[in-house]
């Protein structure tokens, strides 16, 4: 079993619309049982909120249900629990590293690493209007996408 996390700032827009993304094709893949997803924010502004209702309508108009996801914060288990923790950009990568501890399971990585170029960030878009959401889903769309390419290939499985 492979366990994901997707981290953003404060879990209520990206981590937790990449969340929902990838679950949703996990199972239209037949891997949903084989990789868990989760999410989390390196701030704790809105832990114990729902996600964000822009976020929200955005995915479900796609199709992705973002109900019942709560906002947490990411602690030091998480990197003894999760394969791969996925940050939005790089200032969360950087700020995921800072908790790194020898010995712990996580690999780091960004969320759009899978795509081409690596590297890009995840734009926020809680300041802006509808067309950054859309834009995001189009973007975690098509990494989450290339995720599972790339775990079937190093996998073996077609």
Known sequence: MIAILFCCTGNICRSPTAEAILRAKLAAAGLAAEITVDSAGTHGYH???????????????????????IARQVCRDDFKHFDLILAADVVHLV??????????????????????????????????????FEHVLDLLEAACDAWIARWRAEAGVR
């Open 47 to 69: 832990v114990g909120e729902a996600p964000d209702v822009r976020s929200t309508a955005a995915a479900l108009k796609r199709g992705y249900d973002l109900s019942g996801q």
């Open 95 to 132: 700020e995921l590293k800072t908790m790194v501890r020898p010995g712990d399971r996580a690999r780091l990585a960004l969320m759009l690493d899978s795509l081409d170029p690596p590297g890009q960030p995840v734009p926020d878009p809680y300041y802006g209007g509808p067309d950054g």
